[in-house]
């Protein structure tokens, strides 16, 4: 079946635009991630959904970041005022529910890689 | 002290070889870990999950020490695909946070003929 899809896959940007980047996750699966993830770098926990509970925003790293999960399907994380530090690829996963584990895996999305100059 | 952290590595080894990944966590009330295998400008995914009582899954043994709040990861007979970036990933839990999954920086592994 259909994977986690993500769009678009590169966005090039100018330092103060805003950007959206979309995540269709797979039909069904109630929990969804934003992760960033900088060249060589490990992945950075921006925000997680789980069905109808309150996300979890204790990893977006400034107000400049936000996110919403209509319907409790697509996703879409926007940046405002883009800056240079922002560059990295944004990943985003879903699982059938809460875990990460043998029984409900992240699959993750392709990403988006986001430059801005 | 960063929630999840990993040697980052680069481990060089010879095909055969035995090689083990160390993580440490800080959150003690974390639940459940894992270990994701990460390929070279692909996305990460699920290697296996790590048991309180130890688990292997062919070549691979995990391990885990609440008491020090470590996972190991051991790699046997090591292979040329074996070649990756391997992720320690704890699920937070507890509260809202449950379900949250942070993840190391990971350990790069290259095997060579």
């Known amino acids: 079946g259909a994977g986690v899809s993500q769009s678009p896959s590169n966005k090039v940007t100018e330092k103060g635009k805003d950007v959206e980047l979309r995540c269709d996750p797979i039909s069904g699966h109630t929990a969804l991630y934003w992760y960033r993830q900088s060249l060589g770098q490990g992945l950075e926990f921006l925000i997680y959904f789980q069905g109808n509970s309150a996300p979890d925003k204790s990893g977006l790293p400034s107000d400049r970041f936000s996110a919403e999960r209509t319907g409790g399907s697509v996703s879409t994380l926007t940046i405002q005022r883009t800056q240079q530090e922002d560059s990295a690829v944004y990943l985003c996963a879903s699982s059938h529910s809460p875990g990460g584990g043998t029984f409900s895996p992240l699959h993750f999305g392709n990403g988006t890689r986001l430059t801005v100059t | 002290r960063k929630e999840v952290e990993q040697d980052p590595g680069p481990f060089n080894v010879p095909e055969g070889a035995t090689v083990a990944f160390n993580c440490t966590y800080s959150?003690?009330?974390?639940?459940?870990f894992f270990w994701y295998r990460q390929d070279c400008r692909k996305e990460p995914k699920l290697l296996m999950s790590v048991y309180s009582s130890g688990n292997e899954d062919g070549r691979f043994t995990a391990q885990l020490n609440r008491a020090s709040q470590y996972i190991s990861l051991l790699i046997r007979d090591s292979k040329l695909s074996d070649s990756a970036t391997y992720l320690c990933?704890?699920?937070?839990?507890?509260?809202?946070?449950?379900?949250?999954?942070?993840f190391g920086q990971g350990t790069i592994l290259t095997v060579h003929p």
């Open positions: 959150n003690s009330a974390s639940q459940s």
């Open positions: 990933v704890v699920n937070d839990a507890g509260g809202t946070s449950y379900g949250k999954l942070t």
